[in-house]
């Protein structure tokens, strides 16, 4: 018996945890601890302990499918190529959109980038970042000059109090909810703000409980007490930032007064004095949010909310502080580094900057240059626009992303799908996205493949091959750069290994160019930015000045706005969504994994206790929950843990989708849709 342990990377949440992964006679059988990551000290949580389970699935794509009629035939690659390049060099560059994936690595999302803007020309580029953080990327660069988590995992437990906000952190990203149960065994206060009573709120001193959608008036109202008491940093607010009496002026209305923040959230007004108070004068405070803040109609109203509480107290650009944006998917954060998002290249260099345009163009060399120096659609707007205006876009290249069971209002977004004349999926499963596709391209998973993924800290780290892919699955950059080869674009795509990718990537990224494969071999990798060769990489950012023109940090005064779809008589309860320690987004690995399939076999709808008293429902009963957009049958699960009025479900669940029922309304700047909040009823069935 041969058997081996290969170190690598989660493929699942942003917190980059390191495990190995157990190979015997050649085939991934399970997984063991690795224990000299700094990130997750050996320790993994059920979806990365059971990562291995899904990896030789019998479910997965082994070979190239061609829809013939309305069925699927096995294709060759050969046959499979020809058709995408007879297909494709037929639309104009403005008739084409590419999805790249948080889930894939570096690599294939640079190839991604230039297989777009490069082969196809075209300007619309994007990925699910913008239905998760796309509201700190506008946010904080708007305000610190860079989008990204500004500390590190680690550093979280020299606070002396964390203050979480919008993420259900012990578990969804359980390896940093162990980090802040560090930090309050060495003595650190725990503030909790979140609609759900979830494990988080077990830890924290103060929990409060809040109304989806009230995050600007809360953290207004913390600020207004603590400018009232005279507990914010002067000197910080005087040296590092601007727009201090203009952010007063809007703070220090009644309006934010914790009386009248108590009207709009729910939280006693005693409370929000009491957390204002602790926090400000811990000395040092680290806020961490997830997509309770992001996925709103007003998410970079929400991030900049937080990014003034954290300017107002001083706690920026050091130890135990930070505005710690949580990122979702294991490498969402490099998918955005690596510009596949509508409006840069790698490193936020920006697509409508000639002196950027050009760079690309001429490292890349293709004879009849690149896409126009111009913005494209957001994955969001793409959708519309499938929706709204039949033939606008033709074809639809889809890597490593399933939109119709994590797009919102999902009746909404198959109509758009459907608009699309020829679409191609690349994925390691056929999900329900790849059944509306014409060809489907079997890909490699994480466990097949060297590469690197960037977590939410901004750390770059590896992922080794384990095993040979199942079947004819190829690599994804592998069959990025075999479609530019067939569009007639061998020359440009001449890569022989993920290394080879890297490094170019790398030379033409300045906040990556410092990086090797070698040096990303250490356990503790590198945090970007990693300017040269020689320099030991970042993890803690602003530490002397932001990333704005003048070096200052931006306060920007927000008025507090409801949701855009508010509880009525008709819709009298607030409907958020989210994930659960047990399932990941559209459940395509997580309900292959036997383990994790069996612990949480399906959906669920939480109400509150009284609510489904006044309702007549039981507990587990399968009722009826609708929206204006669709409606789901779902079993309820009847609880004290959400609050009155509110209701809860998980997205994983095709049986009972969420997004059926969501709203597809849209923040004005990010364009991520209000996931967090929209209005439903229910009926006994
Ligand atoms: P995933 O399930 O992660 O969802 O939206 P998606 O990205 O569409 O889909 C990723 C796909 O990648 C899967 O089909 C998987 O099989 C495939 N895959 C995995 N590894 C590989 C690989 O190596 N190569 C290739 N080619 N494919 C691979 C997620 C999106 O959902 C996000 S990021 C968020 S934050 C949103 N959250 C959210 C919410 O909170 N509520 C509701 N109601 N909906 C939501 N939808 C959003
Ligand atoms: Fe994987 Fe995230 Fe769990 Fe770590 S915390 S094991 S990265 S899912």
Same mark, same amino acid.
């Given at each position: 018996?041969?058997?081996?342990?290969?170190?690598?990377?989660?493929?699942?949440?942003?917190?980059?945890?390191?495990?190995?992964?157990?190979?015997?006679?050649?085939?991934?059988?399970?997984?063991?601890?690795?224990?000299?990551?700094?990130?997750?000290?050996?320790?993994?949580?059920?979806?990365?302990?059971?990562?291995?389970?899904?990896?030789?699935?019998?479910?997965?794509?082994?070979?190239?499918?061609?829809?013939?009629?309305?069925?699927?035939?096995?294709?060759?690659?050969?046959?499979?190529?020809?058709?995408?390049?007879?297909?494709?060099?037929?639309?104009?560059?403005?008739?084409?959109?590419?999805?790249?994936?948080?889930?894939?690595?570096?690599?294939?999302?640079?190839?991604?980038?230039?297989?777009?803007?490069?082969?196809?020309?075209?300007?619309?580029?994007?990925?699910?970042?913008?239905?998760?953080?796309?509201?700190?990327v506008a946010g904080l660069a708007a305000v610190f000059g860079?989008?990204?988590?500004?500390?590190?995992?680690?550093?979280?437990?020299?606070?002396?109090?964390?203050?979480?906000?919008?993420?259900?952190?012990?578990?969804?990203?359980?390896?940093?909810?162990?980090?802040?149960?560090?930090?309050?065994?060495?003595?650190?206060?725990?503030?909790?703000?979140?609609?759900?009573?979830?494990?988080?709120?077990?830890?924290?001193?103060?929990?409060?409980?809040?109304?989806?959608?009230?995050?600007?008036?809360?953290?207004?109202?913390?600020?207004?007490?603590?400018?009232?008491?005279?507990?914010?940093?002067?000197?910080?607010?005087?040296?590092?930032?601007?727009?201090?009496?203009?952010?007063?002026?809007?703070?220090?209305?009644?309006?934010?007064?914790?009386?009248?923040?108590?009207?709009?959230?729910?939280?006693?007004?005693?409370?929000?004095?009491?957390?204002?108070?602790?926090?400000?004068?811990?000395?040092?405070?680290?806020?961490?949010?997830?997509?309770?803040?992001?996925?709103?109609?007003?998410?970079?109203?929400?991030?900049?909310?937080?990014?003034?509480?954290?300017?107002?107290?001083?706690?920026?650009?050091?130890?135990?502080?930070?505005?710690?944006?949580?990122?979702?998917?294991?490498?969402?954060?490099?998918?955005?580094?690596?510009?596949?998002?509508?409006?840069?290249?790698?490193?936020?260099?920006?697509?409508?900057?000639?002196?950027?345009?050009?760079?690309?163009?001429?490292?890349?060399?293709?004879?009849?240059?690149?896409?126009?120096?111009?913005?494209?659609?957001?994955?969001?707007?793409?959708?519309?626009?499938?929706?709204?205006?039949?033939?606008?876009?033709?074809?639809?290249?889809?890597?490593?992303?399933?939109?119709?069971?994590?797009?919102?209002?999902?009746?909404?977004?198959?109509?758009?799908?459907?608009?699309?004349?020829?679409?191609?999926?690349?994925?390691?499963?056929?999900?329900?996205?790849?059944?509306?596709?014409?060809?489907?391209?079997?890909?490699?998973?994480?466990?097949?493949?060297?590469?690197?993924?960037?977590?939410?800290?901004?750390?770059?780290? %590896?992922?080794?091959?384990?095993?040979?892919?199942?079947?004819?699955?190829? @690599?994804? =950059? +592998?069959?990025? $750069? *075999? #479609?530019?080869?067939?569009?007639?674009?061998?020359?440009?795509?001449?890569?022989?290994?993920?290394?080879?990718?890297?490094?170019?990537?790398?030379?033409?990224?300045?906040?990556?160019?410092?990086?090797?494969?070698?040096?990303?071999?250490?356990?503790?990798?590198?945090?970007?930015?990693?300017?040269?060769?020689?320099?030991p990489g970042t993890p803690i950012l602003h530490t002397q %000045?932001?990333?704005?023109?003048?070096?200052?940090?931006?306060?920007?005064? @927000?008025? =507090? +706005?409801?949701? $855009? *779809? #508010?509880?009525?008589?008709?819709?009298?309860?607030?409907?958020?969504?989210?994930?659960?320690?047990?399932?990941?987004?559209?459940?395509?690995?997580?309900?292959?994994?036997?383990?994790?399939?069996?612990?949480?076999?399906?959906?669920?709808?939480?109400?509150?206790?009284e609510d489904a008293e006044k309702l007549g429902i039981a507990?587990?009963?399968?009722?009826?929950?609708?929206?204006?957009?669709?409606?789901?049958?779902?079993?309820?699960?009847?609880?004290?843990?959400?609050? +009155?009025?509110?209701?809860?479900?998980?997205?994983?669940?095709?049986?009972?989708?969420?997004?059926?029922?969501?709203?597809?309304?849209?923040?004005?700047?990010?364009?991520?849709?209000?996931?967090?909040?929209?209005?439903?009823?229910?009926?006994?069935?």
């Open positions: 018996m041969d058997l081996k342990f290969v170190q690598t990377t989660c493929p699942y949440c942003g917190t980059g945890c390191t495990f190995n992964l157990a190979v015997k006679d050649g085939k991934v059988v399970g997984s063991a601890p690795y224990q000299r990551s700094p990130v997750n000290l050996g320790k993994t949580c059920p979806k990365g302990t059971y990562a291995y389970e899904f990896v030789n699935s019998e479910d997965r794509l082994t070979t190239p499918l061609i829809k013939k009629g309305d069925e699927f035939v096995e294709a060759t690659w050969d046959e499979a190529y020809a058709l995408i390049a007879e297909k494709f060099k037929g639309y104009k560059p403005s008739e084409i959109a590419c999805l790249s994936s948080a889930r894939t690595s570096n690599e294939d999302n640079y190839a991604m980038m230039k297989l777009a803007r490069g082969v196809f020309k075209t300007t619309h580029i994007d990925h699910c970042a913008r239905l998760c953080h796309s509201s700190t860079s989008g990204a988590m500004t500390n590190s995992i680690p550093d979280i437990e020299e606070s002396k109090c964390v203050f979480i906000i919008g993420s259900n952190t012990f578990e969804q990203h359980p390896l940093i909810g162990r980090r802040v149960a560090m930090a309050k065994k060495k003595g650190a206060k725990v503030i909790y703000a979140d609609p759900r009573y979830t494990p988080t709120a077990r830890q924290a001193d103060i929990y409060m409980q809040f109304k989806s959608g009230s995050d600007v008036a809360i953290l207004n109202c913390m600020m207004h007490e603590i400018i009232k008491n005279g507990w914010e940093d002067k000197e910080f607010i005087a040296n590092r930032t601007t727009g201090f009496e203009e952010l007063k002026a809007v703070v220090m209305k009644d309006d934010y007064s914790p009386e009248n923040v108590e009207k709009i959230s729910g939280i006693p007004a005693a409370q929000l004095r009491e957390a204002a108070e602790m926090y400000a004068k811990a000395g040092s405070g680290a806020l961490l949010y997830s997509m309770g803040i992001t996925q709103h109609t007003v998410g970079v109203d929400n991030v900049k909310s937080t990014a003034n509480l954290q300017m107002v107290t001083g706690y920026l650009g050091r130890p135990g502080c930070g505005v710690n944006a949580l990122r979702g998917q294991n490498n969402v954060q490099g998918a955005c580094d690596m510009g596949a998002l509508p409006v840069v290249f790698t490193g936020y260099q920006k697509v409508i900057d000639p002196a950027a345009h050009k760079k690309f163009a001429d490292a890349w060399g293709f004879p009849d240059g690149i896409c126009e120096p111009a913005n494209g659609y957001e994955v969001t707007t793409l959708i519309n626009v499938l929706a709204d205006k039949p033939g606008e876009i033709k074809g639809l290249y889809i890597m490593g992303e399933n939109p119709m069971l994590s797009d919102p209002n999902l009746n909404h977004a198959k109509h758009a799908l459907e608009n699309v004349e020829f679409m191609v999926v690349q994925d390691i499963f056929l999900t329900e996205t790849a059944e509306l596709a014409d060809v489907v391209l079997p890909a490699t998973c994480y466990a097949e493949k060297d590469g690197t993924q960037t977590s939410t800290e901004r750390r770059v780290q %590896k992922w080794r091959k384990a095993q040979d892919p199942p079947g004819q699955s190829k @690599l994804d =950059w +592998k069959i990025l $750069a *075999e #479609v530019a080869a067939a569009m007639g674009y061998a020359d440009q795509f001449t890569w022989e290994t993920s290394e080879d990718v890297f490094n170019e990537m790398a030379s033409l990224t300045p906040s990556y160019h410092g990086m090797t494969y070698e040096r990303l071999d250490k356990p503790e990798a590198l945090h970007w930015p990693c300017p040269e060769v020689d320099h %000045k932001f990333g704005t023109p003048d070096g200052l940090g931006i306060l920007t005064p @927000l008025e =507090w +706005k409801a949701p $855009a *779809e #508010v509880p009525d008589e008709e819709y009298p309860f607030v409907l958020t969504t989210g994930r659960c320690i047990w399932h990941w987004h559209t459940g395509t690995m997580t309900r292959h994994s036997e383990t994790l399939d069996h612990e949480v076999p399906t959906g669920w709808i939480e109400i509150n206790t507990d587990k009963e399968i009722i009826r929950a609708i929206t204006r957009r669709g409606e789901v049958e779902v079993p309820a699960k009847v609880t004290d843990d959400i609050m +009155k009025g509110v209701m809860f479900m998980p997205f994983h669940f095709k049986e009972c989708a969420a997004n059926m029922l969501t709203n597809d309304a849209l923040d004005p700047v990010s364009k991520i849709p209000e996931y967090k909040a929209c209005a439903v009823k229910v009926e006994k069935i």
